[in-house]
């Protein structure tokens, strides 16, 4: 009976000794099989994607507009002065609110009078190195876009480039500003050096994420899930417009190659696209591709932000520019992948100027 009861006593620790539980053994077969999985997929995928895609550049430059520390800080300050509307309701920063990713979260933004404009406010992180702004693509660069919305009566609705030049030379601490950010010019407060300062500042909002640390060669920088969203992401397709630095912002594309796009996002209005500005027939539909970094958290989306959610906006561009109808496992698995591309953004970048307070 003791024998009997001494066996019984012994045999877990004879299995936990021997691994005779299946526990800690399939554990580590797990851990191995992912581990080779991992380094599979990143033999597959690895160059391949170093090559489609590059680093977000450190800086944005303009040769016409050379960055200075003055010419930042003033450029910050006016996008974050409500005296740039008419009414002095909003400034920059309503629309495109720093503390949320360069944008407001909104379908479409209200105005100085609270007028809804027609375009959903995209973001101005990382905007300096698109190739035109605007969904339209009207403007050249960040300067002249910083100056579009100043003036457009739905927006923010000043009456006239002098106007704001007389309002903001009134202001004691502008007339220093200005000064020190223009050391050469005699009145260097004008419409001109608006957009100059507030493009300067725009052009510091680069932020890279861990997704440029994996393009850097960081292997283990993404996850095995996020790197399968990857492939998924190229296999379906996707960089066929969102490559690059910033996997979009460089090209226009037509928004519904394969239907009317309207009948998936279910728009409340048609709107015509870049044949509004250019009219040429070959614009008809078209915008500019936006850029995918931080795109999980710059909803909601398309170019009148019809959609809020993620996946769903990834299921019908893939319907209506691809032709592909993607199931919800491969949805879910490049919108891993787009949880990647969000960048660590500091908080002093969304921080009230103290000149302001």
């Known amino acids: 009976m003791k024998k009997t009861l001494l066996l019984f006593v012994a045999l877990p620790f004879f299995l936990v000794a021997c691994g005779g539980g299946s526990g800690k053994k399939s554990a580590e077969k797990s ?22 895609f590059q680093v977000l550049p450190a800086s944005a430059n303009n040769p016409d507009n050379p960055l200075t520390d ?27 609110d720093l503390s949320t990713f360069g944008v407001d979260n909104k379908p479409t933004s209200e105005g100085d009078d609270g007028t809804l404009g027609p375009r959903n406010s995209p973001t101005v992180m990382n905007v300096a190195l698109h190739t ?13 876009q910083a100056g579009m919305p100043i003036t457009n009566p739905v927006e923010m609705a000043i009456p006239s480039e002098e106007f ?10 502008y007339q220093t500003l200005f000064k020190e950010a223009f ?45 399968k969203g990857l492939k998924t992401f190229i296999d379906a397709g996707c960089v066929t417009c969102h490559t690059g630095s910033l996997l979009g912002g460089n090209m226009f594309q037509k928004f519904g190659v394969y239907g009317n796009y309207w009948d998936f996002t279910k728009s409340a209005a048609i709107d015509s696209g870049r044949i509004v500005e250019t009219k040429m027939d070959a614009d008809l539909f078209m915008f500019k591709v936006p850029s995918l970094r931080n795109v999980s958290k710059t909803g909601p989306y398309f170019h009148d932000g019809s959609v809020s959610d993620l996946k ?20 879910a698995s490049i919108a891993v992948f787009m949880e990647a591309l969000t960048g660590e953004i500091p908080a002093e970048v969304s921080a009230v100027p103290e000149e302001l307070l």
């Open 164 to 173: 704001l030049e007389k309002r903001l030379s009134s202001v004691e601490m």
């Open 312 to 331: 769903e906006t990834i299921k019908i561009i893939a319907k209506t520019n691809l032709n592909k109808d993607l199931t919800d496992e491969e949805v």
């Open 70 to 96: 003055a010419k930042v800080k003033l450029g910050k300050i006016l996008y974050f002065d409500n005296r740039l509307s008419k009414d002095q309701t909003q400034s920059c920063n309503t629309c495109h």
């Open 183 to 227: 050391p050469d010019e005699a009145n260097p407060i004008t419409f001109d050096n608006i957009e100059k300062a507030i493009g300067a500042f725009e052009r510091t909002l680069l932020f890279p994420s861990k997704w440029d640390k994996y393009l850097a060669g960081e292997k283990n920088a993404l996850s095995l899930d996020e790197k």
């Open 132 to 144: 035109t702004q605007f969904w339209d693509g009207r403007a050249k660069d960040v300067e002249e």
């Open 31 to 52: 851990q191995a099989e992912l581990y080779k999985e991992n380094m599979e997929i990143e033999a597959e995928i690895g160059d391949m994607a170093r090559g489609m």
